[in-house]
């Protein structure tokens, strides 16, 4: 398993919305070389058969009914918002459209 | 009796076990307020430098007390625990009081609302002291990446309370609470448990709800008990488990019968499987002797003794630093500045766009460990890795899972030493992450497959510091490691005489304190998290 | 949100000449948002219009600590979906994240399906006119579909600045009662084989997935309110008669949020010159999305796509998986309602309409309208009459729906009953309907505040019918001969002087009692 670059921490970085100056990327670089080598490791595992496993337990169809509850009031969900105007929050220009 | 009491009875009440504390309630022998009085002083005097609580809420506390006081004097029913302090780690929302996760990215966040396992404790009219540290959003074993500085082990100034619990643990082993909730991602429970001389219960997966408490890694995240006495654990656990229809993942059946099995002293015909995969090789030889020692109570308590092999378990600290980054990464998404939280302007941007606000708020906001975590759980999830690492990981958990399933096809319990080693020095592991990642080693394979797990005091080891033990049941079956933990702990306590608490060995973190702060002002005694 | 187009427009290709050369390939995604009284993974309520702000929640903010649980209704819904898109229903799914950064999705991650979708491999029928203007039966074409999956909406943004549109806005506000109401994603597979005949297959399927889904009564399906949005992937590839389905696809580009049925036969129309002329130019597509513009009737460039788009899916841990159990999928299969298609059918034999007539109706998207007309007690024909009529031009000169106007099903009733009644003749009843289109009322209020009513004395029509044949002799004396067809003369100069208030019938009967040829 090939380890981790200094690019792919700065692409993943880019993915993770986390703006790493360049003495934080050195450091996790190298960090992250030797636990992503260690990690990897569950590649020792001969598991082609073996079903994945992203429950803990077997339960299924947990559903609530379609009937509304009570909101929050429109001051409780702005109240932590670093900015908020005409009752909306407010955040800096948007790049583009997805 | 008065509203008032002296500084010596109110140290006296803050030893007592939870159970007593509500039993003298009940008897109408002591008042909540006083209780609560008792807790806020110690903690006065205390916490400046144990750091256990990030904030204490008095006045609500006291509110409480006084409500569940005139109840009782008006003759209501209340429930067993009714006027009983309890804390909280601060990752369960608290509606009204600042919860952190110990992160600087929420430093003022007020939730709206609160966790359901904090509405329990309400229903339960339980005074809620205040919030305790943790590593920050739960990712550490020592409690020294929270961003509000590291808690000091009530045993040892110098060392860590264990993690990311350390501020719950540390609280109940220092009598500044008799109970705290705790979350067990990896071992944040029971390794904190081990290393304070305290009790602490990891319930079955979906046994109690993670509602409104703050996601580390959802599919191993678990909520449960503090305390000193695996009776009060299972009073605690008793209060905040059950079925919660606002968490998909809550198991919709009854609370196990935890608390009846607590009163369990007679093991015979019981079977208790040691996991050669989680003893011997890196543990400390005076945990592994303190180990043997309390196998060999189980045996005289009529247990039948057997080594079991659990062959992926060696795996399983790979595919959890896989399994847990990948979901924190996205669970800790939501954290970028827009509708809560720390926003921070990117220096020397003119105009910066809400993405440049983002990266810039997520990079002054996380601390080291967090970012560490994030970038390995984003490349392990992203195109052309997710097979190999994630899925593969998760394959693995497949395995661990089955591994469990035979076990427990041999015997009803597995048992293993909680901890390899007693409580490390503040700052030894703060440069080698993989050093720090080692210490789950024993408590990670729980969480992977769901399993309930409970840490129990096994003494103290040549360096002065407690040891534990970690007793593994069958998912859903969490009452039988409450049996095997209370019958350790009734032969331990005749063994040790005194209250029967390893606490009682404990040097006097009175004294640990007024001596810290007599030489703190020294630059030297400041520890670098 | 973007209302002016940018830049300058693209080279494009004359339509017959792009579809002589080339073969159309189209992939359409429209997402619906489902009218369940709450959200996708909590309690608050969906209502459309409500303050900003006020239909949210811990779950639906993404705050710390908060937790999913999938709305049942949503789950039927979609069942219900895929059931009548011919679909398999998956015995066991799982959601997904979706992870990306966008300031209107709260959690940084959108709650999906992915590979493991609850309806999939179904198709719809579709409808188009036949060739030509005389009439022909409608010819049918399949469209395969790919996959029916859950989903959630996001917030939504309103950008503050100089320009009020996205690109130099200098701040953004965001309203997240949007966000977490359910999305229903229809995937089509590549649609192939329909030639020249692209745009009105596009436009034919999402307008018959908008009935379907009307008739299956899940959502508003309100394509101006964003209920139901398309966007629609296209590419071409070189024609070969021979072997057309052995070439190789094209690079697609995926033009987004195209609002109405009008606009999606557009879009492809436009995207379809576009790509000719890059393809004639020796250039290569570029795969990315493409915003329409629905004013100048053109799409321009938006985002490539690029490796920034790794959404780094897995399955959400905080849900189970969902497993629709065959008792309950056959039981919701037995709710489904007629097939539109049949439906249709069976009201063309009900209302007496022609091929033709049901044609017109068809396309005017006036099936549903015209059913509630004729319950409301209409005729079929004075139904058909309005709503394809003046209704149906406007709407299509405007892009929009007949419904769209103000006129309810109720009016229409109560206007064809006074012209039934002969209170009204045609040329009032025009009248009538250009006030209940003012606003100016229900017809009857606006027949009364005009003044709008056939005289139904005869003396005052007599008098004008005695005037009249005093007036031209020459003309009676012709219908006295027998040309009883130049009594039209005279029955003009008598509604003439009637100033149009007259029944034309009866002055016909008139005319003729009194000119009637002597026995």
């Not at chain 2, 059950?242 to 809550?250: I, K």
């Not at chain 3, 229903?89 to 991650?109: E, G, L, S």
């Not at chain 3, 084989?193 to 009564?217: K, N, Q, S, T």
């Not at chain 3, 576009?274 to 004639?280: G, I, Q």
Request: net charge negative.
């Amino acid at each position: 398993m090939s380890a981790i670059t200094r690019d792919d921490v700065a692409h993943v970085a880019m993915l993770a919305r986390i703006s790493l100056s360049e003495d934080e990327l050195d450091r996790l670089a190298g960090q992250l070389d030797q636990i992503v080598d260690w990690v990897g490791q569950v590649n020792q595992v001969a598991a082609a058969d073996v079903p994945p496993m992203s429950h803990p337990l077997p339960l299924t169809n947990v559903t609530r009914p379609d009937e509304v509850r009570p909101a929050l009031t429109a001051e409780q969900a702005l109240a932590g918002a670093p900015e908020a105007e005409q009752q909306r929050f407010a955040v800096p220009r948007i790049l583009d459209e997805d | 009796m008065t509203e008032t009491t002296t500084p010596a009875a109110g140290e006296e009440l803050t030893r007592l076990t939870a159970a007593a504390m509500a039993d003298r309630l009940t008897a109408g022998e002591l008042t909540s307020e006083q209780l609560v009085h008792a807790h806020l002083d110690r903690i006065e005097r205390l916490n400046p430098v144990l750091n256990a609580y990030l904030r204490v809420d008095a006045e609500g506390a006291l509110a409480t007390a006084r409500e569940v006081d005139a109840a009782r004097a008006g003759g209501e029913q209340l429930p067993r625990l009714a006027g009983v302090p309890v804390a909280v780690k601060d990752i369960a929302c608290t509606e009204g009081l600042v919860t952190t996760a110990g992160s600087r990215m929420l430093a003022a966040w007020v939730p709206p609302y609160d966790a359901t396992v904090v509405r329990r404790l309400r229903e339960a009219r339980m005074p809620i002291l205040g919030k305790t540290n943790m590593d920050e959003f739960a990712m550490g074993s020592s409690t020294e990446h929270s961003a509000f500085g590291p808690t000091r082990n009530p045993w040892d100034l110098d060392r860590i309370p264990g993690g990311s619990g350390g501020g719950s643990s540390a609280a109940v082993a220092a009598y500044l609470a008799p109970l705290a909730i705790g979350s067990d991602t990896g071992g944040s429970i029971r390794q904190p448990a081990a290393v304070t001389g305290t009790v602490g219960a990891k319930p079955t997966y979906g046994g109690v709800s993670r509602y409104g408490v703050i996601a580390l890694a959802s599919s191993l995240d678990q909520i449960g008990p503090c305390a000193r006495t695996v009776t009060d654990a299972a009073l605690l656990h008793e209060v905040i488990g059950g079925h919660d229809p606002m968490d998909s993942t809550s198991i919709d059946a009854p609370v196990p019968p935890v608390l009846e099995a607590a009163g369990t002293r007679d093991l015979t015909g019981l079977r208790v499987g040691i996991v050669s995969e989680l003893t011997g090789e890196g543990y400390q030889p005076d945990v592994q002797a303190r180990f043997d020692e309390a196998v060999a109570q189980l045996r005289e308590a009529g247990a039948e003794v057997v080594e079991v092999s659990c062959p992926h378990f060696r795996y399983a600290l790979p595919a959890y630093y896989l399994i847990l980054p990948s979901e924190a990464s996205s669970n800790l998404a939501r954290y970028d500045a827009m509708r809560y939280g720390l926003r921070v302007h990117p220096e020397g941007v003119d105009r910066p766009s809400a993405e440049q606000v983002m990266a810039a708020s997520r990079d002054a906001g996380f601390g080291d460990e967090v970012k560490r975590r994030i970038i390995l759980g984003t490349y392990a999830l992203s195109a052309g890795y997710y097979e190999a690492y994630y899925g593969q990981a998760q394959k693995v958990r497949t395995l661990i899972a089955r591994d469990f399933e035979a076990a427990f096809e041999q015997v009803d319990v597995l048992i293993s030493p909680t901890a390899p080693t007693t409580a490390f020095r503040i700052g030894d592991k703060a440069e080698d992450p993989m050093a720090m990642y080692r210490n789950d080693i024993a408590t990670i394979p729980a969480n992977l497959a769901g399993v309930p797990g409970l840490s129990v005091p096994a003494g103290i080891a040549g360096d002065g510091l407690p040891v534990g033990v970690q007793l593994l049941a069958p998912a859903t079956s969490d009452e039988r490691m409450y049996a095997v933990g209370a019958a350790l702990e009734a032969r331990l306590a005749a063994q040790w005489g005194g209250s029967g608490s390893v606490l009682d060995r404990a040097p006097d973190v009175s004294a640990l304190v007024d001596a810290f702060a007599t030489t703190a002002s020294s630059a030297d005694r400041e520890v670098t998290a | 949100m973007t209302t002016t187009s940018t830049g300058t427009p693209a080279r494009v290709v004359d339509f017959d000449d792009a579809v002589a050369r080339f073969d159309p390939v189209m992939g359409l995604e429209v997402h619906v948002e489902l009218s369940t009284a709450t959200k996708m993974f909590c309690g608050c309520a969906t209502t459309f219009g409500a303050d900003p702000n006020t239909q949210v929640c811990p779950v639906c903010l993404g705050l710390p600590g908060a937790l999913p649980v999938v709305n049942e209704g949503a789950v039927e819904s979609a069942v219900r979906i895929g059931l009548a898109l011919n679909c398999r229903i998956a015995d066991w799914c799982r959601f997904a994240r979706k992870n990306y950064f966008y300031p209107d999705m709260p959690k940084n991650f959108q709650t999906s399906q992915y590979d493991e979708p609850i309806a999939f491999d179904g198709y719809l029928d579709v409808e188009i006119p036949g060739a030509g203007d005389s009439g022909e039966p409608p010819e049918v074409f399949r469209v395969e579909i790919e996959r029916a999956h859950m989903e959630e909406d996001t917030g939504k943004s309103t950008h503050v600045g100089t320009s009020g549109r996205i690109h130099g806005a200098d701040y953004s506000l965001v309203d997240y009662n949007r966000a977490g109401i359910p999305l229903i994603e229809i995937v089509t597979k590549p649609i192939t084989g329909a030639g020249e005949r692209a745009p009105e297959v596009a436009r034919a399927y999402v307008g018959a997935l908008r009935d379907l889904l009307r008739a299956l009564g899940v959502s508003d399906v309100r394509m101006e309110q964003g209920s139901l949005r398309c966007d629609a992937n296209l590419s071409l590839r070189p024609r070969d008669d021979a072997a057309q389905q052995s070439v190789p696809f094209g690079t697609r580009t995926e033009t987004k949020n195209v609002n109405s049925l009008r606009s999606v036969e557009r879009a492809v129309r436009y995207e379809i010159c576009r790509h000719a002329a890059v393809l004639d130019a020796g250039q290569a597509v570029v795969q990315e999305t493409r915003h329409w513009h629905e004013d100048t009737g053109i799409t321009t460039a938006g985002r490539p796509k690029s490796d920034a788009d790794d959404y780094r899916y897995f399955p959400e841990p905080d849900l189970v998986p969902v497993s629709p159990s065959a008792e309950w999928v056959e039981g919701l299969r037995a709710t489904l309602p007629e097939p539109p298609a049949q439906r249709r059918r069976r009201l063309q034999q009900d209302w007496g309409y022609s091929d033709l007539e049901m044609r017109d109706v068809v396309n005017a998207g006036a099936v549903e309208v015209i059913e509630d007309t004729v319950a409301a007690g209409a005729t079929p024909a004075g139904a058909r009459k309005w709503w394809t009529g003046e209704l149906a031009r406007r709407a299509n000169a405007e892009g929009r729906e007949v419904t769209d106007f103000g006129v309810t099903p109720a009016h229409v009733a109560e206007l064809d009953g006074m012209v039934g009644e002969g209170r009204l003749n045609d040329s009032m009843a025009r009248q009538v309907l250009e006030g209940v289109l003012a606003g100016e009322g229900t017809p009857t209020e606006v027949a009364d505040a005009r003044g709008l009513r056939m005289v139904r004395d005869d003396s005052a029509l007599e008098e004008a019918v005695d005037a009249a044949i005093a007036a031209s002799p020459d003309v009676a004396d012709k219908v006295r001969g027998g040309k009883v067809q130049a009594a039209g003369a005279l029955i003009g100069q008598v509604m003439k002087q009637m100033k149009g208030q007259a029944d034309a019938a009866r002055a016909r009967e008139l005319i003729l009692e009194r000119l009637s040829p002597p026995e």
